[in-house]
């Protein structure tokens, strides 16, 4: 009984939560569904009775919330992580309300290989982990009654399913579990369909698009997939359809009369015209929240609520990139979806917090890697101002036959599921650096031309063949040139560049083939850990790429990688990240966010602001160059109170294309003390930065990582907790590197190696929130230095 409860009370309580509130009446037909699940791997996956039946299972359940990893995995994953078979489980019930309702279960992904049962029943399988699928249990459902849902999951190598390579040779992980959320939709047979579910062409759901944006009144087109499943006749529905600014206040809005025979659907389209709209851009990013109602005479029966960002896009006559009608070159990089330990299971605070980092770091676009992203970190990036390009799964493989036909799927399915957000420019429906024959390419172009035939529909692949916009990685072309002299009239993204070419000497992209052909100490896979010299190559690595890729014909690029990832198939980190795995940025980090768009205007922008970071720790007699990362025009550098030199920008070879070249002192000597970096805008200091040399360690002191959102309860909610190892004075000893012990006071849990030694001053762990808000404590201690505590409130 309080099992059930709990589960009803889960979805009383509970308002789909992607969508924006307004105050436009909708009604809820999306419900979570994470709560009070059961979880069990390694076991017999013979269908039997005794799984449905709480009281004759014999099998050791453990109790979990989604989303959730199938295996907590150590921080560095030798060889490959776990592959196997688990089952999911949860016993609820369904409210007499849902009576007669078309109901159906939608998981926003789930690794890689699903056998969905209801009751006994077989209702659903799905094969592909990074995209939704729908299963219909309107038929099998026990309306009042106890309701057990069992799902079967594998994520073993599986040649038939993308990315389709085996785990020892990818170079990522795949995890398992049911790894994003869970809904159960219940809705009247006559409603707005579902654009998976529907599985029609260039239809289902919602699907927008636009005209004239620049003309000062853009016209907002919305089509709307209507579904009639009723068995017993024609029904006359009112379609309405309202257009909120962000302030919440109508600005546009519809209403049609319309006629949908029994058991069929209507795709009906509108056009709203927006006078003077707000564009959607990086520097802008603003959103209109959209709402489509269904009534059934006065009552609303339906509803669908996104936010949406009204912009055009395209290509010039030089084949560079234009947002608004005006040139926006593409300062990119890439991501991998994974944390430490946890896999894929991020909350959708952590997503939103992944892509804020990102923002902060200067960037401007993003090329997914390599694989559609979670729902909520696309909704971050519409919020914050992110570029993106959208990718099918697929790296290094291809086979025809089966995998071939759902590779094709997934340009589809991700179309219908991604279609809507401002911040998709393009769709890379190629899988990357595969040898894919012309028909697949072909096939894979026209799929998305048929799924957005209103335009704006580019498509991107690796190979310079059928797709619109051609994107290499630097180093599938050669030194000194590389892309420079692309002449083909196709626009060109660089979309990997800084690691392959500085790790493997331009040998080709085998991954494995080449892994010691360069000496550690230049390549760009730098741990933080390895030291400041270390970091400053890896950022020199970046700059030198960088700057020479804004030589050629490229609207943009995109650096590997933003955040150092598992590998797979290696005993190592993948430590090309500007950020580490932990998130913690290193010296590149600062190179890019000195690229940005400077906001000189606004000294409190939240990004892009003036900035100066000095990339030294100031505590080696042997490493006297000091280079500072700024966005001004001059950068005086000052030791313990004098001047040292006041200068412009570097202007050697590799900082000729830069927008804000750094600036490189060269110091005689060494002096422990104070270093200040003070960065000019004509006469006034805009931004400034400071090292001192860090004394005995001597206490820890924390930090959490927050990045733009509050710690949630009841979501399984994942944030960093750092411990700076410091001196008296409170200063990071860099090179401290003591064993740290995490403690918990509250509920939730720590995550993680725990005991950890500390890299380059700072030990890590990983706080999930549980269920209640309130208050925890965090406290870290290490042998002979003064314990450290952290409060976080959780919401």
């Given at each position: 009984?309080?099992?059930?409860?709990?589960?009803?009370?889960?979805?009383?309580?509970?308002?789909?939560?992607?969508?924006?509130?307004?105050?436009?009446?909708?009604?809820?037909?999306?419900?979570?569904?994470?709560?009070?699940?059961?979880?069990?791997?390694?076991?017999?996956?013979?269908?039997?009775?005794?799984?449905?039946?709480?009281?004759?299972?014999?099998?050791?359940?453990?109790?979990?919330?989604?989303?959730?990893?199938?295996?907590?995995?150590?921080?560095?994953?030798?060889?490959?992580?776990?592959?196997?078979?688990?089952?999911?489980?949860?016993?609820?019930?369904?409210?007499?309300?849902?009576?007669?309702?078309?109901?159906?279960?939608?998981?926003?992904?789930?690794?890689?290989?699903?056998?969905?049962?209801?009751?006994?029943?077989?209702?659903?399988?799905?094969?592909?982990?990074?995209?939704?699928?729908?299963?219909?249990?309107?038929?099998?459902?026990?309306?009042?009654?106890?309701?057990?849902?069992?799902?079967?999951?594998?994520?073993?190598?599986?040649?038939?399913?993308?990315?389709?390579?085996?785990?020892?040779?990818?170079?990522?992980?795949?995890?398992?579990?049911?790894?994003?959320?869970?809904?159960?939709?219940?809705?009247?047979?006559?409603?707005?369909?579902?654009?998976?579910?529907?599985?029609?062409?260039?239809?289902?759901?919602?699907?927008?698009?636009?005209?004239?944006?620049?003309?000062?009144?853009?016209?907002?087109?919305?089509?709307?997939?209507?579904?009639?499943?009723?068995?017993?006749?024609?029904?006359?529905?009112?379609?309405?359809?309202?257009?909120?600014?962000?302030?919440?206040?109508?600005?546009?809005?519809?209403?049609?009369?319309?006629?949908?025979?029994?058991?069929?659907?209507?795709?009906?389209?509108?056009?709203?015209?927006?006078?003077?709209?707000?564009?959607?851009?990086?520097?802008?990013?603003?959103?209109?929240?959209?709402?489509?109602?269904?009534?059934?005479?006065?009552?609303?029966?339906?509803?669908?609520?996104?936010?949406?960002?009204?912009?055009?896009?395209?290509?010039?006559?030089?084949?560079?990139?234009?947002?608004?009608?005006?040139?926006?070159?593409?300062?990119?990089?890439?991501?991998?979806?994974?944390?430490?330990?946890?896999?894929?299971?991020?909350s959708n605070e952590a997503q939103y917090r992944d892509a804020y980092k990102t923002k902060e770091a200067g960037f401007n676009f993003i090329r997914i890697a390599h694989y559609p992203p979670d729902p909520a970190f696309l909704e971050a990036a519409d919020e914050l101002g992110l570029l993106f390009m959208d990718a099918i799964p697929g790296w290094q493989f291809y086979q025809d036959g089966i995998f071939a036909e759902r590779a094709l799927n997934d340009v589809?399915?991700?179309?219908?599921?991604?279609?809507?957000?401002?911040?998709?420019?393009?769709?890379?429906?190629?899988?990357?650096?595969?040898?894919?024959?012309?028909?697949?390419?072909?096939?894979?172009?026209?799929?998305?031309?048929?799924?957005?035939?209103?335009?704006?529909?580019?498509?991107?692949?690796?190979?310079?063949?059928?797709?619109?916009?051609?994107?290499?990685?630097?180093?599938?072309?050669?030194?000194?040139?590389?892309?420079?002299?692309?002449?083909?009239?196709?626009?060109?993204?660089?979309?990997?560049?800084?690691?392959?070419?500085?790790?493997?000497?331009?040998?080709?992209?085998?991954?494995?083939?080449?892994?010691?052909?360069?000496?550690?100490?230049?390549?760009?896979?730098?741990?933080?850990?390895?030291?400041?010299?270390?970091?400053?190559?890896?950022?020199?690595?970046?700059?030198?790429?960088?700057?020479?890729?804004?030589?050629?014909?490229?609207?943009?690029?995109?650096?590997?990688?933003?955040?150092?990832?598992?590998?797979?198939?290696?005993?190592?980190?993948?430590?090309?990240?500007?950020?580490?795995?932990?998130?913690?940025?290193?010296?590149?980090?600062?190179?890019?966010?000195?690229?940005?768009?400077?906001?000189?205007?606004?000294?409190?922008?939240?990004?892009?602001?003036?900035?100066?970071?000095?990339?030294?720790?100031?505590?080696?007699?042997?490493?006297?160059?000091?280079?500072?990362?700024?966005?001004?025009?001059?950068?005086?550098?000052?030791?313990?109170?004098?001047?040292?030199?006041?200068?412009?920008?570097?202007?050697?070879?590799?900082?000729?294309?830069?927008?804000?070249?750094?600036?490189?002192?060269?110091?005689?000597?060494?002096?422990?003390?104070?270093?200040?970096?003070?960065?000019?805008?004509?006469?006034?200091?805009?931004?400034?930065?400071?090292?001192?040399?860090?004394?005995?360690?001597?206490?820890?002191?924390?930090?959490?990582?927050?990045?733009?959102?509050?710690?949630q309860s009841g979501e399984n909610d994942v944030v960093f907790v750092y411990a700076h190892i410091t001196d008296s004075d409170g200063n990071t000893v860099w090179d401290a590197d003591q064993e740290v012990e995490f403690t918990l006071e509250g509920e939730g849990e720590l995550i993680g190696q725990n005991p950890i030694q500390a890299e380059a001053g700072i030990a890590t762990v990983l706080f999930r929130a549980g269920e209640q808000a309130g208050k925890v404590?965090?406290?870290?201690?290490?042998?002979?230095?003064?314990?450290?505590?952290?409060?976080?409130?959780?919401?």
């Amino acid at each position: 009984m309080n099992r059930s409860f709990l589960a009803l009370l889960s979805l009383l309580i509970f308002s789909w939560g992607c969508t924006p509130s307004s105050e436009v009446e909708t009604v809820q037909t999306h419900f979570d569904f994470n709560k009070n699940w059961e979880f069990v791997k390694d076991m017999d996956t013979t269908i039997t009775p005794s799984l449905f039946d709480l009281a004759s299972s014999n099998l050791n359940w453990k109790s979990i919330r989604l989303p959730h990893t199938a295996n907590i995995e150590p921080l560095v994953i030798e060889d490959q992580q776990w592959q196997g078979d688990s089952f999911y489980r949860k016993f609820f019930r369904v409210e007499p309300e849902h009576e007669g309702k078309h109901l159906s279960l939608k998981f926003e992904g789930a690794m890689h290989e699903a056998w969905v049962y209801l009751n006994g029943k077989q209702v659903g399988y799905h094969a592909g982990g990074y995209l939704p699928f729908v299963v219909d249990i309107t038929d099998q459902v026990s309306i009042g009654g106890e309701n057990t849902l069992l799902v079967r999951l594998n994520n073993e190598d599986n040649p038939e399913i993308p990315p389709g390579k085996p785990m020892a040779t990818l170079d990522f992980n795949y995890y398992g579990g049911i790894y994003r959320d869970v809904y159960l939709v219940a809705k009247d047979p006559l409603h707005i369909s579902d654009p998976i579910a529907a599985n029609r062409k260039a239809a289902g759901g919602v699907y927008v698009w636009y005209e004239d944006v620049l003309s000062g009144e853009a016209k907002v087109n919305v089509q709307i997939d209507v579904e009639n499943g009723r068995a017993t006749k024609e029904d006359d529905v009112r379609l309405s359809l309202v257009l909120s600014n962000a302030e919440g206040k109508s600005v546009g809005s519809t209403v049609s009369d319309l006629s949908i025979p029994a058991e069929s659907n209507r795709i009906h389209t509108e056009k709203i015209a927006v006078k003077n709209p707000e564009l959607w851009s990086p520097d802008h990013p603003y959103l209109y929240t959209l709402t489509a109602q269904l009534y059934d005479g006065t009552k609303l029966i339906d509803s669908w609520q996104q936010r949406i960002g009204i912009r055009t896009f395209g290509f010039d006559e030089e084949n560079q990139f234009t947002l608004n009608g005006e040139r926006l070159y593409l300062r990119g990089t890439n991501r991998h979806q994974d944390y430490p330990y946890i896999g894929y299971a991020l909350s959708n605070e952590a997503q939103y917090r992944d892509a804020y980092k990102t923002k902060e770091a200067g960037f401007n676009f993003i090329r997914i890697a390599h694989y559609p992203p979670d729902p909520a970190f696309l909704e971050a990036a519409d919020e914050l101002g992110l570029l993106f390009m959208d990718a099918i799964p697929g790296w290094q493989f291809y086979q025809d036959g089966i995998f071939a036909e759902r590779a094709l799927n997934d340009v589809r399915t991700m179309i219908r599921r991604d279609r809507n957000h401002p911040s998709i420019v393009f769709w890379e429906a190629s899988l990357n650096e595969s040898g894919m024959p012309d028909s697949f390419m072909d096939q894979a172009h026209s799929a998305v031309k048929e799924e957005l035939p209103y335009g704006q529909n580019y498509t991107s692949g690796w190979r310079d063949y059928a797709y619109d916009i051609f994107i290499p990685a630097r180093q599938h072309s050669r030194p000194p040139g590389y892309w420079s002299g692309y002449e083909k009239d196709k626009p060109l993204f660089i979309a990997e560049y800084g690691d392959w070419e500085y790790y493997a000497h331009n040998a080709g992209f085998n991954q494995t083939a080449f892994e010691d052909l360069t000496e550690d100490e230049r390549n760009s896979r730098q741990l933080r850990g390895f030291g400041q010299k270390r970091l400053a190559q890896q950022a020199l690595n970046f700059q030198e790429a960088h700057n020479s890729n804004l030589k050629g014909p490229s609207f943009g690029d995109a650096n590997w990688v933003m955040y150092d990832y598992n590998r797979g198939y290696a005993d190592n980190l993948e430590a090309s990240g500007i950020s580490d795995i932990f998130r913690i940025p290193k010296f590149t980090f600062y190179f890019y966010q000195s690229q940005g768009d400077k906001n000189l205007d606004e000294a409190e922008a939240e990004f892009n602001g003036p900035m100066a970071y000095i990339a030294n720790y100031w505590n080696d007699p042997d490493y006297t160059t000091v280079k500072v990362y700024s966005n001004a025009e001059e950068v005086a550098l000052i030791l313990n109170g004098e001047e040292i030199a006041r200068q412009g920008p570097d202007t050697d070879r590799i900082s000729s294309e830069l927008k804000h070249p750094p600036f490189t002192f060269e110091l005689d000597e060494f002096t422990p003390g104070t270093l200040r970096a003070e960065a000019y805008i004509g006469e006034e200091v805009v931004a400034s930065d400071e090292r001192i040399t860090p004394k005995e360690p001597a206490q820890i002191e924390m930090a959490v990582d927050l990045s733009g959102k509050k710690i949630q309860s009841g979501e399984n909610d994942v944030v960093f907790v750092y411990a700076h190892i410091t001196d008296s004075d409170g200063n990071t000893v860099w090179d401290a590197d003591q064993e740290v012990e995490f403690t918990l006071e509250g509920e939730g849990e720590l995550i993680g190696q725990n005991p950890i030694q500390a890299e380059a001053g700072i030990a890590t762990v990983l706080f999930r929130a549980g269920e209640q808000a309130g208050k925890v404590v965090i406290r870290a201690a290490a042998e002979g230095l003064e314990v450290g505590s952290i409060e976080l409130k959780v919401e």
